[in-house]
């Protein structure tokens, strides 16, 4: 049983750019979580999607950031026109919730490092 | 929102020596408490959790107590090894929140060989 997935592992864009990161869950798992950390600091909620909706993204920005978990497919955090300020670890993490479980798991992150 | 404190932020031990870490929470209405293991630039690992109708855990070396009166539980590492260097993360979610985690700041254990 293959862990949750993340790609890239390391990604670098210029100011001004997109990125783009890719979360693929356990298998099995239907709920997927999208966490920021900060250099040397813990980990922040930014936002809890389920397949085709978003539950809550309270911890989201408000502009630039967008996130999806559509039907097929990996779910997806979108960052437009990244900023400095954007560059960090991007974790996600999926539980089989909908099984009465709450444990999350965690993907190897996506390093983001904006030029 | 849930507020979740976690002290202290560096710990320094002799191999073979106890360590403890300690995490306060504010929501009372959270019921679910993990704790990871961080080591450097990997993914964060769940070592043990525990939830709001137990007060004591234990795996191996590991424990975590609970005190649901007071808000705080505590993590416990006994005959500590040098590959248990790594950076310890506390967490509290609850149910009617989507078990959206709130981490604590870490704890960066060293252990001494």
Sequence with gaps: NAGVMQNPRHLVRRRGQEARLRCSPMKGHSHVYWYRQLPEEGLKFMVYLQKENIIDESGMPKERFSAEFPKEGPSILRIQQVVRGDSAAYFCASSPRDKGLETQYFGPGTRLLVL | ?113
């Design chain 2, 1 to 113: 929102g849930e507020n979740v404190e976690q002290h202290p932020s560096t710990l320094s031990v002799q191999e073979g020596d106890s360590a403890v870490i300690k995490c306060t929470y504010s929501d009372s209405a959270s019921n679910y408490f993990p704790w990871y293991k961080q080591e450097l630039g990997k993914r964060p690992q769940l070592i043990i959790d525990i939830r709001s109708n137990v007060g004591e855990k234990k795996d191996q070396r590991i424990a975590v107590t609970l005190n649901k009166t007071a808000k705080h539980f505590s993590l416990h590492i006994t005959e500590t090894q040098p590959e248990d260097s790594a950076v310890y993360f506390c967490a509290a979610s609850k149910k009617s929140s989507g078990d959206k985690l709130t981490f604590g700041t870490g704890t960066r254990l060293a252990v001494r060989p």
